[in-house]
């Protein structure tokens, strides 16, 4: 075996992609000192796509003042590469749910303000292209914060202007883009999320989200009305339906409130990481790939990391073994084409040990070495 490519994703509340990759790369080296080792970092558009593109991409990492769902300043950082033409943002970073102590969640009250800032401070330092993760949020304002930062207003039936908050969603009655930032119009955005909802709907980022963020079934009721209203007055002033559109509801309507007014295009998570690091141009030279994540059941094969980690392995006929926290439906992976889907732990244990980063990597360096070991028995 002279090439194994490493592409884990988190393992979410333990531990990172970069400290599970190192640990699996530990153990081939051990039993395996003359393979080559590449290691991809891995996320699908929520927390640590920024952080997955900007180690991969070595970009030089800019801080700007913003301000944060509740409108307090915050400093925030944001990665800039392809010598200074393009940003990479990740939206939780201004408008993340870790930002909000859990009893003050309230996506009727939030806006994702702060992230619009933070695209016109890499306008400001003369980027034209965006790739944002919009994963992780506490808003559900269909990105009009983001654009009122740009330079957008958003009034009501008596041409006040309104809050971006998820509440006001409901009374807008009027867009006027007259203002916004004239540098926009020679920029393109890709907008990388992991969902594929509508914008409202009972699978609506309202419906489906908005809970999580501290939402009450009225709230709920509520901000999925504003979301109806909201894509309603779009239609009437844009020409465009984003009612429907796959990815349209995630982070609180953000992906699809975007596309109308900016040169945006809404694309899967892990297919703009793996595009971006030009994962398949390396598999194609490679005899197996090692991905993994926190839990494997059936929704790994549905457009998460691990699906599209997968698809090359299958165009590229190289086999992928995943490895997990936790495995549900192993027939299920087995038949979405993984070579194997392996539990890392060693012995039943409680969920809190489970999470402890240490015994996590522990397991996934003695779990990767069992598995080359075997390896080696029949490729010598």
Same mark, same amino acid.
């Given at each position: ?31 395996? /000192? *003359? ?11 929520? &927390? ?20 944060? /769902?509740? +409108?307090?300043?915050? &400093? ?14 990740? +939206? ?8 909000? *102590?859990?009893?003050? $969640?309230? /996506? ?9 800032? +933070? ?21 559900? *304002? ?5 654009? #009122?930062? =740009?330079?957008?207003?958003? =009034? ?13 969603? @409901? ?5 006027? @883009? ?7 119009? *020679? ?66 309507? +953000?992906?699809?409130?975007?596309? /109308? ?12 990481? =793996?595009? %971006? ?66 539990? @890392? ?14 015994? %996590? ?11 080359? $070991?075997?390896? #080696?028995?029949?490729? #010598?």
């Amino acid at each position: 075996m002279k090439k194994i490519v490493l592409a884990f994703d988190s393992f979410k509340g333990s531990v990172g992609s970069f400290e599970i990759a190192k640990a699996a790369e530990k153990a081939i080296q051990e039993e395996l /000192p *003359d393979c080559q080792i590449i290691r991809f970092p891995i996320a699908d558009g929520g &927390e640590g796509t920024t952080e997955a593109l900007c180690s991969a991409l070595h970009a030089q990492t800019v801080s700007c003042r913003v301000h944060d /769902p509740f +409108m307090k300043p915050i &400093e925030v950082s944001y990665g800039i590469v392809n010598n200074g033409a393009m940003a990479i943002i990740e +939206m939780a970073s201004a408008c993340g749910l870790p930002l909000i *102590d859990s009893n003050r $969640r309230n /996506p009727m009250k939030t806006t994702t303000y702060g992230v619009g800032e +933070m695209v016109a401070d890499a306008l400001k330092r003369g980027c034209r292209e965006f790739i944002i993760g919009i994963g992780g949020s506490a808003t559900n *304002d269909a990105g009009i914060g983001l654009l #009122k930062a =740009l330079g957008a207003r958003f =009034l009501d039936s008596g041409n006040g202007e309104l809050e971006p908050v998820g509440e006001n969603l @409901i009374k807008v009655h009027q867009i006027d @883009i007259s203002q916004l930032n004239p540098a926009l119009k *020679d920029s393109k955005f890709m907008i990388a999320c992991d969902v594929s909802n509508p914008f409202f709907g009972e699978e609506g980022a309202a419906y489906v989200y908005a809970p999580q963020k501290g939402a009450n079934s009225l709230q709920v009721i509520e901000l999925d009305n504003g979301l109806r209203h909201y894509a309603q007055v779009i239609k009437e002033y844009t020409n465009m339906d984003i009612s429907q559109l796959p990815g349209a509801g995630a982070a609180g309507g +953000m992906g699809g409130g975007l596309l /109308p007014f900016l040169n945006a295009e809404l694309q899967s998570g892990i297919e703009v990481i =793996l595009k %971006t690091l030009r994962f398949e141009e390396v598999v194609r030279q490679a005899d197996l790939i090692l991905t993994g994540e926190g839990k494997l059941d059936r929704q790994t094969g549905m457009g998460k990391a691990l699906d599209g980690i997968l698809r090359v392995g299958e165009k590229c006929q190289v086999p992928v073994i995943a490895f997990g926290g936790a495995v549900e439906a192993t027939e299920a992976l087995n038949r979405m084409g993984f070579t194997a889907v392996l539990p @890392i732990q060693p012995f039943p244990v409680t969920l809190e040990e489970a999470m402890q980063p240490e015994f %996590t990597k522990e397991n996934i360096e003695r779990t990767v070495r069992q598995v080359v $070991r075997i390896i #080696k028995q029949f490729t #010598k």
